[in-house]
């Protein structure tokens, strides 16, 4: 049974095995920069605690506040969601508020759209935005479809700096007790 978990370092193994699973693919959600060191367990350890932290940080360089879940079932390490807390303009235009990755082997099951669906519940039982944004590759049909099952509404389709299309949807957030 999946379950969202904050990051923890007991899923060390599991996060690696993923991680090369990816084979250098960026990791979306997993909040995994150039420069964080996972490759010991005391570099994955100070990288847990910075998810961790990134949840009351301070908006620095256009990085703002953000909650991070794992997707996990039992011991293993299926996938990561993550959630801005808010929008910059570079995050209205083409960021959003959440983003999320399964790992390739656990692909293709739903993990992704129950993920959204749990996260953007959480979101409007605390009284969240009304609203969030997500947005995923034009040619992202998986990315599109998990969008789209949770609800998300295209607004658009974009250009990124690289002149790559990419889509906009906005879902709308039940606020508590279905208001």
Not at 8 to 24: A, K, L, M, N, T
């Amino acid at each position: 049974m999946l379950t969202l978990v904050a990051p923890d370092v007991s899923f060390y193994e599991s996060f690696i095995e993923s991680h090369r699973e990816w084979d250098g693919a960026h990791q979306d959600g997993a909040g995994l920069f150039a420069g964080d060191d996972i490759g010991s367990a005391e570099g994955f350890a100070a990288w847990v605690a910075k998810l961790l932290a990134a949840e009351h940080a301070d908006e620095v360089n256009g990085i703002v506040p953000c909650t991070y879940r794992w997707m996990t079932e039992g011991s293993r390490y299926v996938g990561a969601i993550a959630f801005r807390h808010y929008l910059t303009p570079a995050l209205l235009n083409s960021g959003g508020h959440l983003g999320y990755g399964v790992r390739p082997s656990d692909r293709g099951r739903g993990a992704a759209t129950w993920a959204l669906r749990e996260m953007c519940s959480s979101l409007a039982a605390v009284a969240g935005p009304s609203r969030v944004l997500l947005t995923c590759d034009d040619g992202n049909e998986a990315s599109a479809r998990t969008i789209e099952r949770n609800g998300g509404v295209l607004e658009d389709v974009r250009l990124d700096d690289e002149g790559r299309p990419f889509r906009r949807y906005w879902i709308e957030l039940a606020g508590p007790a279905g208001e």
